[in-house]
């Protein structure tokens, strides 16, 4: 084409969009400063003198002892029974054994076993001059010592205590990640259901219905005894009913044009139905021990729960194939202007089918994962849970209007509300308060938005001026 | 300041005049400088390009926006409008292209919404109605008060705009493209009724991209270019060329490009297409010819191409390509039988607005860029490039949304997407709606060049003069069946195609 014809005007008014990848960033992912800026306020209200207990007790006493312990001493090591105290006492037995001090059996058991143990000492005149426990034990055992005239010498050593907020202890970290993964996973599906401008309000229902398909199934074959295989069929089970019930949905909305609103509204109902009837209203328990490994195991070197890191691999999965598939581009399309998706070739009623499915099929993943942490199905499980999930959404960034919209910002919403939920358990919010704050919480993000697309709107209203002129 | 030709010398009074109006928005300045009166009983039109700042002055004007300089007087008092009501309530009544009416209440409602007529505090709905049939009756309407607004056509919904304005009273009309959507005759009743109020001493200001409409029209033009008036001259003072280069700014040579490609054989064919209003329509067109698709608003033009196009269910029917028979039952199919469609309405059925330019241009060629699913970003990057460089489309970058686009951008995005599928076939509806003089001529040109690459070019337009001046053969269409052709458009006339169509 000739650019010679061209007038003039219409090269000027090529707004640049001001620094490029920072500013588009925080438009983008703003979502992420919200959630950096909870972090922070949590973390200055959780602060607090944090005991070290297990291995990291153990370390810390071993490294000072020997300013603290002079040489040829007789040292107890005293502590209870929980895995903690174990690995404390088994820890600081192997660091500490070579030293040159005398190091006593250690007494470990209850407060009376503990007791017993100094009876016995006693009995048998043994002295000593130290004792070493953790800071929770401390005081136990201080009472139980002044019980002994003969020990009112001995000495007890704890461990260090440090500032830290309990917010960002690696367990209450680990808490908040476990919490949120049934909720964020379903999010995926919910995100591009709503990027086509649908909703889906089955989910919750559907996390019942899998939990219990699966118990269901595993309770069939093998009940406690199943297998490996039994268990991951079962669990394949639950993920392929709800996916037939979220394809039902598609079905509704494609085939039949019925709004995703009362067709999901209907199919909750459904689904919450046949979890009942499958489960006769009762809980199902007979399963294996190694069941609760989805939910409750964990990595060995990082102790990332195992759900959590499917959590993560499923979110990279999605966002891969929303951002670099055609799949993905055509969810955008058909959200944003589904006769031009159509005009330009584009199925759409395969797209919407294939989301309300793969929703589904989530919303059964989510149910297995809950099974498996609660180590039990019940028809009870995930009540309102799409309340949540569709709030992960929306606060994550994604327009309810469709054809906008992100996998990861879906993270960052969900990772919002369990830190917002967290952290109020920690500083003692009563549950409803909880609900008030989260509530506000939901509505503040969409106001955001709001205010973002009327400010976008003004800009590309301004843009219309031009071309209607 | 000219003063407008047809007042008297002694009731020469402006009833509004706006002086050094200056605006920018954040990065851009939308208008520079800009002076515009109007006079008592005068239709004053506001011509230019896209974004030529015509738009944005009108919107000061109504306090849509706030001007950053200049000055605004209305009946010879200084006025400052901080919003649309302020505007409204001095007597000036706009009416978008876009009605603020509500659909589902009568002609009556809407025409007192807001200013209801009550009698001991509850709505008087036999006065309302028999008021607002007086209001219609003076501007020719043939429908009753009591119609519901969505039974209407766009044109009667139109002068219950046009009636609104009239109960309040208002002093300025202010018209954004009011022909848009209008069919031939519905614009000259249109018409009818703007002189009708002129007489009476209703000062009009009436944008428009219609220059034949501007020049029967308008007392007085006003041209806007770069965000400035560069002139207002009494309509006589104006020859068509003029306008279009003072618009433009640089002497043009010639409106419509005529296609220079010497047709060849006949490459498709239309058998007996029924469906929807199209009843039993047959035609040929050869390859390297541009055949044009001309009719009334509703003789079913579009609905013919949707039919080809596989957008609607046709009934019955054949299409043929080289005298092979294609099998069409959805856009998809059209797609890969190398059909394409540029459908009318650029912004509902074209784009993904709030998508990229980028995707939006890849939407309907994914395919060839991809494997398995997975978009080869690099080689997509690159066939947009090559697209948007040859096309002339300027983009700020690849992600700019399409919706900040303007109108002639948009719509050669859309093209840019039609042409990366090769198609053979192409429909163009309406292809020049709305966007400027420039963007125009760049897309007749691309017309031309189609055909010159021996492929079926289809165009359907209710411009005649760009039918007559584009096209080498004219189909003309009435009640959804063929009522005639223009064998050789070069000769035809405008009024030979109105006989047929009416």
């Not at chain 2, 200049?70 to 309530?89: K, M, N, T, W, Y």
Request: aromatic share 6%; with cysteine.
């Amino acid at each position: 084409m000739h650019s010679d014809v061209k007038p003039p005007v219409a090269q000027t008014p090529s707004r640049s969009r001001g620094g490029g990848g920072s500013r588009r960033f925080f438009t983008d992912y703003g979502m992420v400063i919200v959630l950096a800026g909870l972090c922070l306020l949590f973390s200055v209200l959780t602060l607090s003198e944090q005991h070290p207990v297990g291995a990291a007790a153990a370390e810390d006493i071993a490294d000072n002892i020997a300013k603290i312990v002079p040489g040829g001493s007789t040292v107890l090591i005293m502590a209870q029974n929980s895995d903690e105290d174990a690995e404390f006492v088994r820890k600081l037995s192997e660091n500490i054994g070579g030293a040159n001090m005398i190091l006593l059996p250690p007494a470990t058991g209850a407060p009376a076993v503990m007791r017993g143990r100094l009876a016995e000492l006693d009995s048998r005149s043994r002295t000593f001059q130290y004792i070493i426990t953790t800071n929770n034990h401390s005081a136990t055992i201080r009472l139980i010592l002044s019980q002994f005239p003969a020990f009112s010498d001995v000495k007890v050593i704890v461990p260090q205590s440090y500032k830290w907020p309990t917010f960002l202890l690696p367990d209450n970290i680990r808490n908040v990640a476990n919490q949120i993964t049934v909720i964020a996973i379903i999010a995926i599906g919910m995100t591009m259901v709503i990027i086509t401008a649908g909703i889906d309000l089955s989910v919750g229902s559907m996390i019942a219905l899998s939990a219990v398909v699966v118990a269901w199934l595993v309770g069939q074959f093998g009940g406690a005894q199943a297998s490996t295989i039994t268990m991951l069929l079962a669990a394949l089970g639950g993920i392929l009913v709800c996916g037939g019930v979220g394809a039902f949905s598609g079905l509704m909305v494609t085939g039949f044009r019925i709004p995703p609103f009362i067709a999901t509204l209907a199919m909750m109902q459904v689904a919450a139905g046949l979890a009942y009837i499958f489960s006769e209203g009762k809980p199902i328990y007979q399963l294996p021990d190694s069941f609760v490994l989805l939910g409750r195991g964990t990595e060995p070197f990082l102790h990332i729960p195992n759900a959590v890191i499917l959590m993560l691999v499923l979110y990279a999965i999605a966002h891969v194939v929303m951002t670099r598939t055609t799949f993905g581009r055509y969810v955008y399309a058909v959200g944003g202007n589904l006769e031009a998706a159509r005009l330009s070739g584009i199925r759409v009623k395969a797209i919407l089918f294939s989301v309300y499915t793969i929703c589904g099929m989530l919303a059964g993943l989510g149910g297995v994962i809950m099974a498996s942490q609660l180590k039990s199905g019940a028809a009870t499980y995930g009540l309102t849970y799409e309340l949540y999930v569709i709030a992960a959404v929306v606060v994550g960034g994604t327009s309810l209007m469709g054809g906008e919209g992100r996998i990861l910002g879906t993270l960052i919403g969900a990772f919002i509300i369990a830190v917002i939920q967290n952290g109020m358990n920690l500083v003692n919010v009563e549950s409803y308060t909880q609900k008030v704050v989260l509530g506000l919480v939901i509505l503040g993000a969409v106001l955001v938005d709001r205010i973002k697309q009327t400010r976008m709107n003004r800009k590309a209203s301004w843009r219309g001026d031009k071309a209607a002129a | 300041m000219v003063p407008p030709v047809r007042s008297r010398a002694e009731d020469v009074r402006p009833l509004l005049e706006m002086a050094a109006i200056r605006k920018s928005f954040p990065g851009v300045m939308a208008i520079s400088s800009a002076t515009f009166d109007l006079y008592t009983g005068e239709i004053h039109a506001l011509v230019g390009e896209n974004g030529a700042g015509k738009s944005t002055l009108i919107k000061i004007l109504t306090g849509v926006h706030q001007m950053d300089a200049g000055s605004i007087r209305l009946d010879e008092r200084p006025v400052s409008f901080r919003r649309p009501v302020d505007a409204q309530q001095a007597g000036i009544a706009t009416i978008y292209q876009e009605f603020t009416l509500v659909p589902a209440l009568t002609v009556a409602a809407n025409i007192f919404l807001g200013h209801e007529v009550t009698g001991n505090g509850l709505l008087d709905h036999r006065r309302e109605n028999r008021l607002a049939a007086e209001l219609l009756g003076r501007l020719g309407a043939e429908f009753d008060p009591d119609t519901c607004v969505s039974d209407l056509t766009v044109a009667q919904m139109q002068i219950v705009e046009i009636a609104r304005a009239l109960a309040r009273d208002a002093g300025i009309l202010v018209m954004d493209e009011p022909t848009a959507a209008l069919a031939p005759q519905e614009v000259s009743h249109l018409f009818g009724v703007l002189k009708e109020l002129s007489g009476r001493g209703m000062g009009t200001i009436f944008i428009s991209h219609r220059l034949d409409e501007v020049m029967a029209m308008a007392d007085r033009i006003t041209v806007m270019r770069d965000g400035a008036t560069i002139t207002t001259r009494g309509v006589d003072d104006f020859t068509r060329t003029d306008l279009i280069e003072q618009m433009v700014g640089r002497p043009i040579e010639q409106e419509y490009p005529r296609n220079t490609a010497s047709p060849g054989e006949t490459g498709f064919e239309v058998r007996s297409l029924s469906g929807g209003t199209v009843r039993d329509i047959s035609f040929t067109a050869r390859r390297g010819e541009v055949l044009g698709l001309a009719g009334l608003m509703g003789a079913g033009r579009t609905e013919v191409a949707r039919l080809i196009f596989g957008a609607d269910r046709k009934a019955s029917g054949e299409i043929l390509l080289d005298g092979r028979r294609l099998d069409i039952s959805s856009p998809r199919d059209a797609i890969r039988s190398g059909v394409c469609l540029l459908t009318e309405d650029r912004k509902a059925q074209g784009l993904v607005l709030k998508a990229s330019a980028k995707d939006n241009f890849a939407l309907a060629n994914l395919a060839s860029w991809s494997r398995l699913g997975w978009i080869h970003q690099r080689r997509e990057q690159r066939r947009f490039a090559d697209r948007t460089a040859s096309l002339n489309i300027r983009l700020a970058h690849s992600d700019q949304p399409a919706e900040e686009l303007s109108g002639g951008n948009q719509q050669k995005l859309l093209v840019a997407r039609w042409l990366e599928t090769n198609s053979e076939v192409i429909l163009f509806d309406e292809p020049t709606r709305g966007i400027d003089v420039g963007a125009k001529y760049d897309m007749y040109l691309l017309i031309g060049e189609l055909a010159a690459q021996g492929k079926v070019v289809i165009v359907i337009s209710s411009e005649l003069p760009e039918l007559l001046g584009i096209c080498d053969r004219i189909l003309v269409m009435r009640r959804g069946q063929v009522a005639g052709e223009v064998c050789d458009a070069s000769k035809g006339t405008q009024e030979e195609i109105m006989a047929l169509a009416v």
